[in-house]
T-cell receptor, first 115, second 112 residues
Framework: GNSVTQMEGPVTLSEEAFLTINCTYT??????LFWYVQYPGEGLQLLLK?????DKGSNKGFEATYRKETTSFHLEKGSVQVSDSAVYFC??????????????FGSGTQLTVLP | SQTIHQWPATLVQPVGSPLSLECTVE??????LYWYRQAAGRGLQLLFY??????ISSEVPQNLSASRPQDRQFILSSKKLLLSDSGFYLC???????????FGPGTRLTVL
């Protein structure tokens, strides 16, 4: 079946530091890949996505590249801000989910950015 | 534009009491709808999904149930809550033509 493995948290960085959150996946074929962000007490918001190999998703300074050869979709940001503090979820939609279009989520990575 | 609503936002219930959480989507038709639970410090667990009115699929057997009485309404219920039902419940929707799921603001349920 499909699975997503995320880097264990929590991650604590100083403002303006470089961020990488690792995400690898197991799925057949070419799944669609997503990063969602959850701010305290809120629902999840789509941060970025990529639907085919070598695509780069980007939003709000965050980037992730769909790497089929390493089955990875690592999230990066060159300079984090305090407002980036949140939980980040990697997810995939596998080709086997059919009309249900279910997503498989990683366990989430808590990021705290200190001023 | 599309919006998704959940209520109540917060709920405190005694063990053994019933539960009804509601989710509605505006601005779209015939969406897929999903219920997730997020326990404290944990990831998301898909509970139910629905591809149409009256069509419910359960991912995890438990004392919860779901119903979809109208196209854009999704209800999560329980006849008798357990302590382990505490958590953050999230509703989500997607169009049948896309992959992206859009989430509601969530309901924080505490069972005492």
């Amino acid at each position: 079946g499909n699975s997503v493995t995320q880097m264990e948290g929590p991650v604590t960085l100083s403002e303006e530091a470089f961020l990488t959150i690792n995400c690898t996946y197991t799925a057949t074929g070419y799944p669609s890949l997503f990063w969602y962000v959850q701010y305290p007490g809120e629902g999840l918001q789509l941060l970025l996505k990529a639907t085919k190999a070598d695509d780069k998703g980007s939003n709000k300074g965050f980037e992730a590249t769909y790497r089929k050869e390493t089955t990875s979709f690592h999230l990066e940001k060159g300079s984090v801000q305090v407002s980036d503090s949140a939980v980040y979820f990697c997810a995939l939609r596998g080709i086997s989910s059919g009309s249900a279009r279910q997503l498989t989520f990683g366990s989430g990575t808590q990021l705290t950015v200190l001023p | 534009s599309q919006t998704i609503h959940q209520w109540p936002a917060t709920l405190v219930q005694p063990v053994g009491s019933p539960l009804s959480l509601e989710c509605t989507v505006e601005g779209t038709s015939n969406p897929n709808l999903y219920w997730y639970r997020q326990a404290a410090g944990r990831g998301l667990q898909l509970l139910f999904y629905s591809v149409g009115i009256g069509q419910i699929s359960s991912e995890v057997p438990q004392n919860l149930s779901a119903s979809r009485p109208q196209d854009r309404q999704f209800i999560l219920s329980s006849k008798k809550l357990l302590l382990s039902d505490s958590g953050f419940y999230l509703c989500a929707w997607t169009l049948k033509s896309t992959d992206t799921q859009y989430f509601g603001p969530g309901t924080r349920l505490t069972v005492l």
